[in-house]
């Protein structure tokens, strides 16, 4: 899964439409819905930090990030 699935996932889980979102985050629609269209690859940090915040989330939960595994030595 990635940003886009992430992002209308958890929208989705606290019941926001696109345009809630957008208004909620203070960011347009077209910012959310390329996101969630895979359209936007690399979304500006300040729009996923106000998304984030909104559907109370961390960034790493948002870009559907996983901690980098611990090399062993």
């Known amino acids: ?17 696109q345009q809630r979102l957008a208004e909620k985050a203070g960011v347009s629609m077209i910012v ?12 500006a940090m300040s729009s996923l930090v106000k998304m984030a915040d909104v559907l109370d989330v961390s960034i790493d939960e948002l870009i559907d990030r996983k901690s980098p595994k611990q090399s062993k030595k």
């Open 32 to 43: 959310v819905t390329k996101i969630e269209q895979g359209t936007t690859k690399d979304p």
């Open 1 to 17: 899964m990635g940003i886009s699935d992430s992002l209308r996932r958890l929208r989705k889980a606290r019941g926001l439409t």
